[in-house]
């Protein structure tokens, strides 16, 4: 199975994600990118996934371009504006849906509730994906 989670600048959202997708199950081809990618990714991500036992080593930001003319079974975007600015894709897709998530790089307030909402969002795509993964891990493949 082969997935594209997009998200506006690929440093948060997206990348958190595509990391728990693959801790869920390292079989999967996940991938992740941004219509228009960060330097880099949120150094706050990075702390929180690491709290939630997931590593986002060797991760960074990727342009969507990249993947334009690949097939997928799944491209899923995470934030509003890269679902009305995703390319088309010239390969083949077959689902194509929309799990949104407040963008926690726009928290504002103490570190304590920045460090709060990024926690808040990434336990919700913890748990939305693990939903999403399991409705796809029960339903039978077509030949």
Excluded at 76 to 95: L, M, S
Excluded at 105 to 116: D, H, L, N, R, V
Excluded at 117 to 132: G, K, L, N, V
Aim: charged share 25%; with cysteine.
């Amino acid at each position: 199975m082969k997935i594209l989670i997009l998200c506006t600048g690929n440093s948060c959202r997206s990348q958190m994600a595509e990391w728990f997708l693959k801790s869920f199950d390292p079989s999967l081809e996940v991938h992740s990118a941004g219509t228009h990618p960060a330097s880099r990714v949120h150094p706050k991500a990075i702390q929180v996934m690491k709290e939630a036992g997931v590593s986002l080593e060797g991760a960074f930001p990727k342009n969507v371009d990249r993947f334009i003319g690949e097939p997928f079974d799944y491209v899923i975007t995470v934030c509003d504006h890269a679902k009305e600015t995703c390319p088309v894709f010239t390969g083949k897709v077959k689902h194509r849906l929309h799990i949104g998530f407040d963008d926690p790089a726009e928290a504002t307030g103490t570190e304590e509730e920045i460090m709060a909402e990024f926690r808040r969002i990434r336990d919700e795509i913890r748990q939305r994906f693990h939903d999403f993964f399991t409705s796809i891990s029960t339903t039978p493949t077509k030949a």
